[in-house]
């Protein structure tokens, strides 16, 4: 049984089916302002009676004052007092529906899911075969050591490796695997695209994710306006993010601040413009040992 994650997180088991029916719900009325049958029709394959069935339990067992039925837009929109039950209420949750259409669209081109006036860009596919995925995930379950055959841009040339993964990581653009290297004897970042054959997990290994002192180590970075920018740009970028006094908070693992920096195009060297660069890290001086360009 699944539990609810929003306001209500924890009141109501329900089956798994019906709180994704319900999160779309939320997520089409609060986001796009009009909710039909068809988009419960569409998203999970069900009739007509069975969608507007969902919409009516939604109301009368769950929220009954989120939405209202609105003639003229033949759907429902959402209530002056509406209060996400399902879901947080953040664009984070509208953009991953938008990712999942887009998914969608591209594998099934005969199944017209995306009925937006939106357009999502997807980061460009890596070849990460699932040869190479199940055996590392493997291998970081049960602490197993694993013989591969890496590429570098150092040393472009397989070469073979003894590894001891611990976690899986998507950085955004890419998957990697945190791993104690034992030919360098420190844990590294191994790109899962770069691994040339299968991966063969063999004996157990000794070094996990309790031994990973980047791993181990939090941190928070600062995000902020570029304070090269003038009083009223600031205000304008502070905003575009959200910011609160100011700065945006992210906290992260000391061994993924360098991704994050990379995600965000922050420009520790302050060598971009103001205009292209729009923001910068506050804490540079706090984080500066784990940051690559400052030789951490």
């Not at 949750?93 to 005969?110: N, P």
């Not at 040393?155 to 695997?177: A, C, M």
């Amino acid at each position: 049984m699944a539990r609810t994650t929003g306001q209500n997180a924890g009141k109501w088991p329900l089956r798994w089916d019906l709180l994704l029916r319900y999160r779309l719900i939320e997520v089409i009325a609060l986001w796009e302002g009009r909710l039909t049958t068809n988009h419960l029709q569409r998203a999970f394959g069900i009739g007509r009676q069975q969608a507007s069935k969902d919409i009516n339990q939604y109301l009368s067992e769950h929220a009954p004052e989120n939405l209202v039925y609105d003639r003229s837009l033949k759907g429902y929109k959402p209530s002056p007092d509406f209060t996400p039950r399902f879901t947080r209420g953040v664009a984070d949750e509208y953009l991953q529906m938008m990712h999942a259409r887009e998914d969608l669209s591209c594998a099934f081109e005969a199944l017209d899911v995306r009925e937006l006036n939106t357009e999502v860009l997807l980061p460009p596919r890596r070849d990460l075969r699932p040869a190479v995925l199940r055996p590392i995930l493997q291998a970081c379950r049960e602490g197993l050591r694993v013989e591969i055959r890496y590429a570098s841009l150092r040393n472009p040339v397989p070469e073979e490796r003894v590894i001891q993964p611990h976690t899986v990581v998507h950085s955004g653009l890419r998957w990697h695997v945190r791993a104690w290297c034992e030919k360098n004897s420190a844990y590294r970042d191994f790109v899962l695209s770069r691994i040339e054959d299968d991966p063969e997990p063999v004996t157990e290994g000794w070094q996990g994710a309790d031994e990973d002192e980047a791993w181990q180590t939090r941190l928070t970075l600062e995000v902020m306006p570029d304070p090269r920018l003038d009083t009223r740009q600031q205000a304008m970028i502070a905003r575009d993010y959200a910011m609160e006094d100011g700065r945006l908070l992210i906290p992260c693992r000391a061994a993924l601040v360098n991704y994050v920096v990379q995600l965000l195009h922050l420009d520790v060297a302050d060598n971009r413009a103001p205009e292209a660069q729009q923001i910068a890290l506050g804490n540079r001086e706090a984080v500066a040992a784990w940051l690559w360009g400052d030789g951490g």
